[in-house]
Structure formats: C-alpha cells, structure tokens
T-cell receptor, first 114, second 111 residues
Framework: EAGVTQSPTHLIKTRGQQATLRCSPI?????VYWYQQALGLGLQFLLW???????NRGNFPPRFSGRQFPNYSSELNVNALELEDSALYLC?????????????FGPGTRLLVL | KNQVEQSPQSLIILEGKNCTLQ??????????LRWYKQDTGRGPVSLTI?????NTKSNGRYTATLDADTKQSSLHITASQLSDSASYIC??????????FGGGTRLMVKP
C-alpha cells in the first residue's frame, strides 16, 4: 500500500513569491493535516481538512491557505513568502478523525525562501 | 494556552541500555496523547496513542505511560538499539482534533 506522498521534495522561492505544496493521502483516508517544522523548532499544526472541508487551522496568518480536492488530495498555498517560512512542511493523513485515529506522515517538502 | 513540554531535550545512551523520556502537558480538554518517532529527514511515525482511561501502552520495546491526573507521560525504551537514534515527539490532542506538539527529545544511541 502506497504511503502519503508529497511534492515537490524541495522548493526554492524568493521573498514575496507564492509556493504551492501538494499531498496525496493514503488510499481511503479522508483527513489530511498540514504541519510546519522550522529548523530547531517542533512541529506546528497548520491546517486540517476532512471530506473537502477545512475543519481547523493553527495559529498561522491567512496567507497560509489550502484546499482538499474530491479525491482527498490536498494543496497548501503560502502567499507573500517571508524568510521565516523556510521549513519542512509535512502532510499527514488518517482514515477517520476521532479518538484513536493514527496519522501517517509523508516525507515532507523542504521549502527554502531566499 | 495549550503547551507540551518534553525533557530532556537531548540524550546520549549506550546500545543495550534503557532510557525514559518525559512529557508534561497543559492541553485542555484532553482527548489523547501520542508518541511519535522521527528519523532525521523523514516524517514522524506513530508509536503509541493513549486516551485518558489508558495508563500504559506498549509497542515492542517502547512502553508509554500516562498519568492524566498529573498530566504527565513517559516513553520507556528497553534494550536500546542503534536504530532507536531519532527524535521522539509527544503530541497531545484536544477535543476537536487540535494537536499540540512537544519540542521533541533527540536520542542518540552509541555502540
């Protein structure tokens, strides 16, 4: 069974540009989560999508947005990039959301903003 | 404010030895607590998930404990192996599926 996949693996942008990151969940999983892991910092929750709808978002500015498509894949968009947006962006998926669901993480997209 | 604190920040042990990692949290309302292992450059992998009614859960050589009264959890690794070298992240879920991540403990197992 294929795991969570993310693309691209690496992305280099300049300040002010926009970045689009993509995630394909494990087949059958309807929930997709996005996290930011900046160098030296822990994982920070960004967004949670389930059945095509945004269910919750972390403490990030509105220039971080995303969507979930009918096939449950997801896109994270970061507008007006800033230097501090440089980080590893991880996507995770789960079968259902609830007490015992396990989130399976993808390998991440490493974004570098110059 | 929901917070998850992990200690120690880093730990070096010899292969074959046991170790215990700590996690304290102030997340409310509590839903569940998870421990993840993250190898360098990879996404985290789930080790255990515990709800408030569970006070211990094992996954091979990994045993997690939870004290919901004191809001503390520990991850005990038995007979460590070189492949255990990784970051271990404690994650606490509040109702509404809101996850708060600890900063992680970086474990290095030396031969």
């Amino acid at each position: 069974e294929a795991g969570v996949t993310q693309s691209p693996t690496h992305l280099i942008k300049t300040r002010g540009q926009q970045a689009t990151l993509r995630c394909s969940p494990i087949s059958g999983h309807t929930s997709v989560y996005w996290y930011q892991q900046a160098l030296g910092l822990g994982l920070q929750f960004l967004l949670w999508y389930d059945e095509g709808e945004e269910r919750n978002r972390g403490n990030f500015p509105p220039r971080f947005s995303g969507r979930q498509f009918p096939n449950y894949s997801s896109e994270l968009n970061v507008n007006a990039l800033e230097l501090e947006d440089s980080a590893l962006y991880l996507c995770a998926s789960s079968l259902v959301w609830g007490l015992q669901e396990t989130q399976y993480f993808g390998p991440g997209t490493r974004l570098l903003v110059l | 404010k929901n917070q998850v604190e992990q200690s120690p920040q880093s730990l070096i042990i010899l292969e074959g030895k046991n170790c215990t990692l700590q996690c304290n949290y102030t997340v409310s309302p509590f839903s569940n607590l998870r421990w993840y292992k993250q190898d360098t450059g990879r996404g985290p992998v789930s080790l255990t998930i515990m709800t408030f009614s569970e006070n211990t859960k094992s996954n091979g050589r990994y045993t997690a404990t939870l004290d919901a009264d004191t809001k503390q959890s520990s991850l005990h690794i038995t007979a460590s192996q070189l492949s255990d070298s990784a970051s271990y992240i404690c994650v606490v879920s509040a109702e509404g599926n809101m996850l708060t991540f600890g900063g992680g403990t970086r474990l290095m197992v030396k031969p």
